[in-house]
């Protein structure tokens, strides 16, 4: 397995999912879900179910819940709906950037090399999040699920994420925590790395990836025994 500063530092293009990759928003997207369920006298979600199907979005992660608890058909979009407005009434509260995000933006930023973010999230909500966090000016483009009319794991979202930074698939690293990435990227003919605190590590590794890390110094650090990492 390639070491995940080689990857970062060899592509040029990098393209990065957001939930569980970028930013910590399991919290605010499960208590948005218990709000929207309570409204329809429904039980919170089970946090194993919610992370399961986390990446899929809010849509998806809502009907996954409703499926389990045989919610009528008819309750689903009301349900959905609910969703969509108390995950913005929360305006990511509590939503962080994991350590280290920034840090590691700036220095590919400052290499030049181009940065995009291909979510399931609405456009607008991601962008409205990253710029909460400071970090959206890193980013040359951002394609949310409106963007192409497909959801990942489906390879077109990263494929147009991919052609709006001029960039082509075999030069360009996707970073992603979750089974959806992986296979999106392996779809889509794209490195993969794995972000292994995210939501949905091991099903990924199961996909496949080029290499992984835990913490984003790993992908700015050059470690060897016996030395000092040396920032590069």
């Known amino acids: 397995m390639t070491p995940p500063y080689t990857l970062a530092e060899s592509a040029q293009a990098i393209v990065f999912d957001l939930d569980g990759t970028l930013v910590d928003t399991f919290d605010d997207l499960a208590l948005a879900l218990d ?4 409204e329809f006298d429904l039980p919170p979600a089970p946090r194993d179910v919610v992370l ?41 509260a509590v939503s962080r950037l994991y350590p280290g995000v920034a840090e590691f933006l700036a220095l590919t930023w400052q290499r030049g090399c181009p940065m995009a973010v291909c979510t ?7 962008r409205e999040l990253l710029a909460l966090l400071g970090i959206d000016g890193f980013f040359a483009e951002v394609t949310g699920i409106d963007a192409g009319g497909q959801a990942k794991p489906a390879p077109e979202p990263l494929w ?6 001029g960039s082509s698939p075999d ?8 089974e ?4 999106c990227a392996k779809n889509a003919g794209v490195t993969f790395l794995l972000h292994d605190a995210g939501f949905g590590p091991e099903a990924a590794a199961a996909i ?9 110094a790993e ?13 590069v």
Not at 160 to 165: G, K, N, Q, S, V
Not at 171 to 178: A, K
Not at 208 to 216: K, T
Request: aromatic fraction near 6%.
């Open 35 to 38: 709000d929207a369920l309570c």
């Open 52 to 92: 399961a199907d986390i990446h899929r979005g809010l849509d998806e992660t809502a009907r996954a819940i409703l499926h389990r608890y045989g919610t009528a058909p008819a309750v689903h979009e009301g349900v959905i709906a609910a969703y969509r407005k108390h995950y913005r009434r929360r305006a990511h």
């Open 120 to 126: 399931n999230k609405l456009t607008a909500d991601a």
């Open 160 to 165: 147009l994420t991919i052609r709006l930074l």
């Open 171 to 178: 030069v360009t690293l996707f970073v992603g925590d979750s």
């Open 180 to 183: 959806i990435d992986a296979q």
């Open 208 to 216: 496949g990836c080029a290499g992984r890390f835990q913490a984003y």
């Open 219 to 231: 992908l700015h650090e050059r470690k060897s025994a016996g030395t000092q990492a040396i920032a």
